[in-house]
């Protein structure tokens, strides 16, 4: 499974401080803290960026692929920034993201065929979050439509859920194990699939989330989860992540894992 790290983020401080003024060092320390952790992409987070978007992204890809060897997935609602983070990026970047609305997927799938990038599609569209699995689908399936008449492989579309705290809408989790295992039968290959992990702890105690996330992590894996972004800074998440290959058999060598437990 892909663990794509979610520390670096304008909504935390000290990278909002960080990005204002061009300071690498907290954020190459924390690119290579979490590729240490078990992190084999890192989402990089720069909020809408409206007023220098395009530089600021193109400086933080240049400089993060200078300090680790993963692929970054390139997280703003401005296409601009996103361009120009894929125009520098080496190797095989992730759009984060598009929605089923027509007029950013006619924006961002372009962008995701021109660069031969991955791109998560949020299953979520102008009329608000779905109420269930089949609206999932249903927006899943306008959002495969919508790549293939751009040209974008299907095993480049991640499709997202939405994850939602379980604190208030704990019917709605219920829904998105649902969606995720229907996901993988919409296509043959089946389809990738992507969450937000942390959301589904929020609001919850704080002494609580680390248990809500993996224990959420490790069901979603099983009814075929791809992709998650992730905190690979807590270990309980990159041994689910493990220990769940193993138990599926997807991964090589249980005796070498066993023995390093």
């Not at 751009?150 to 649902?178: C, R």
Request: proline letters at 5%; hydrophobic letters at 45%; glycine letters at 6%.
């Amino acid at each position: 499974m892909l663990a794509i790290g979610e520390r670096i983020n304008v909504r935390t401080k000290l990278f909002s401080e960080a990005f204002k003024a061009r300071n690498f060092e907290p954020i190459r320390d924390m690119a290579i803290r979490q590729v240490k952790g078990g992190a084999n992409m890192l989402d990089i987070n720069i909020g809408p960026a409206r007023k220098d978007g395009p530089e600021l992204m193109s400086w933080l890809v240049e400089n993060i692929q200078k300090v680790v060897d993963v692929p970054l997935c390139l997280d703003t609602s401005n296409a601009e920034a996103i361009e120009a983070g894929l125009a520098v990026h080496k190797g095989k970047a992730m759009i984060n993201s598009t929605s089923a609305d027509p007029d950013r997927l006619a924006l961002l799938m372009p962008l995701a065929a021109k660069y031969n990038a991955m791109i998560i599609g949020l299953t979520l569209a102008t009329g608000g979050l779905p109420r269930d699995a089949n609206e999932r689908c249903a927006l899943a399936a306008e959002i495969m439509a919508a790549g293939a008449e751009h040209g974008v492989p299907m095993e480049d579309i991640y499709l997202d859920p939405i994850m939602v705290p379980i604190n208030g809408q704990q019917e709605q989790v219920k829904e998105i194990l649902e969606a995720i295992k229907l996901f993988r039968e919409m296509n043959d290959p089946p389809m990738n699939s992507v969450i937000g992990l942390s959301n589904v702890s929020n609001s919850a105690p704080e002494a609580m989330r680390s248990l809500i996330n993996h224990t959420f992590l490790t069901m979603a894996i099983t009814v075929g989860l791809s992709a998650a972004i992730v905190d690979t800074l807590d270990p309980a998440i990159i041994q689910a992540v493990k220990t769940t290959s193993v138990i599926l058999n997807q991964s090589l060598y249980c005796h070498s894992y066993l023995e390093t437990c």
